[in-house]
């Protein structure tokens, strides 16, 4: 008995759509109220740093002197409250979600074991984690 309900299923989602859909060659559609990512446009921001104090997670970095803008994507909570305080509108909300890139000159480790003396990964710069794989690979 066990064995035609088997085959029952197993007809039945031979012939039907699937579940699933063609990642690569059908992209998602996102919902219109899908709160993707945070996008800035560079030349519009006056890097005043609103956007900096309103963040509650603290995801979002200014710097006026290096003239830099950036934020960390893991932190973000997709609250809003950045581009809503935004003085020349440069912030907006996305729909979609950052496609992964690899950072420029990031130099992944083999394994977090491989750090001699048992150094800890929390609270390092991106230059002295290079350093640190370089010399351990």
């Known amino acids: 008995m066990n064995i035609m309900n088997f085959t029952r299923v197993a007809l039945k989602n031979l012939f039907s759509k699937p579940a699933t859909r063609p ?3 059908a992209p998602r559609e996102y919902p219109q109220r899908t709160r993707g990512h945070v996008a800035i446009e560079m030349d519009a921001c006056i890097l005043c740093g609103m956007c900096m104090r309103k963040c509650p997670a603290g995801a979002i970095e200014v ?3 290096a003239r830099t803008w950036s934020i960390e994507r893991f932190g973000c909570i997709q609250c809003n409250s950045c581009v809503e305080s935004c003085p020349k509108n440069c912030l907006r909300m996305e729909p979609s979600y950052p496609s992964r890139t690899p950072r420029s000159g990031w130099i992944p480790c ?5 750090l001699p003396n048992n150094r800890r ?3 390092r710069k991106q230059a002295e984690w290079i350093a640190i794989c370089k010399k351990t690979e």
Do not use: E, I, N, V
Not at 110 to 114: A, D, E, G, Q, Y
């Open 63 to 65: 710097d006026r002197a």
């Open 23 to 25: 990642y690569p060659l």
């Open 121 to 123: 990964w929390k609270g």
């Open 110 to 114: 083999k394994s977090r074991r491989s």
